[in-house]
């Protein structure tokens, strides 16, 4: 892949790259995002169109299609460790197995499995927010309709003391304002996601 063309890619995929960079060094398990089919930028020649697969194949995480049209598609990336660590939480197992998830410890895939069905079900099952990291006491309140605590710019509804909630908002932010800077100075995607992972090691959201 030449510069230019990396060039190209960066101004492209600026959004989800960053969008996604919590989840790349494991301070996130999932990220849900709406990925167009066909993505237009400014390129070293003029317009140019890269097909969804040319960016996913640049953003280099695994993900999960919840949903599909002929215009784009509903992702959920993921950090695999971090998501394996999580489903096999038994307090999450609980808070999921009346949706139908397994209740024993089981495969992430088992899960997914289930998470595509939902969205098959459903137009947007809220128990989603377990697989982005969201905390149980949000998901539960926002799931069972419980006292809401207001809090001013918060990327999600938050429930019970906001203390929990509060940390893990600043520590998704911290990671997309560290992208964002990485990537205004990165001349390739591959050095942005080694820089990227260099300034995060060894943290982790379990």
């Known amino acids: 892949m030449d510069q230019g063309c990396c060039e190209c890619l960066k101004e492209l995929l600026r959004f989800v790259l960053i969008r996604t960079a919590p989840v790349r060094v494991g301070i996130k398990p999932g990220e849900l995002l709406r990925v167009k089919k066909c993505l237009r930028a400014s390129g070293c020649h003029g317009e140019i169109c890269v097909h969804q697969d040319e960016a996913l194949r640049a953003l280099a995480l695994p993900y999960l299609t919840l949903r599909d049209t002929p215009i784009d598609s509903l992702l959920l990336f993921y950090h695999a460790e971090c998501m394996e660590r999580l489903l096999d939480r038994h307090e999450v197992r609980q808070l999921l197995a009346p949706f139908g998830y397994p209740l024993a410890a089981s495969a992430p895939l088992r899960f ?58 600043k520590a998704h932010c911290c990671v997309e304002q560290a992208a964002e800077r990485i990537l205004a100075t990165s001349p390739t995607v591959e050095v942005f996601y080694n820089t990227l992972r260099s300034s995060f090691r060894n943290r982790s959201v379990t």
């Not at 377990?130 to 938050?158: C, M, N, Q």
Request: net charge negative; hydrophobic share 35%.
């Open 112 to 169: 997914f499995e289930r998470l595509e069905e939902r969205f098959k079900e459903d137009t947007f099952p809220h128990e989603v927010g377990i697989f982005l990291g969201y905390p149980l006491k949000d998901v539960e309140g926002f799931l069972y309709r419980l006292p809401e605590t207001h809090v001013s710019g918060a990327r999600w509804r938050v429930f019970g003391e906001p203390t929990e909630s509060l940390m893990q908002m």
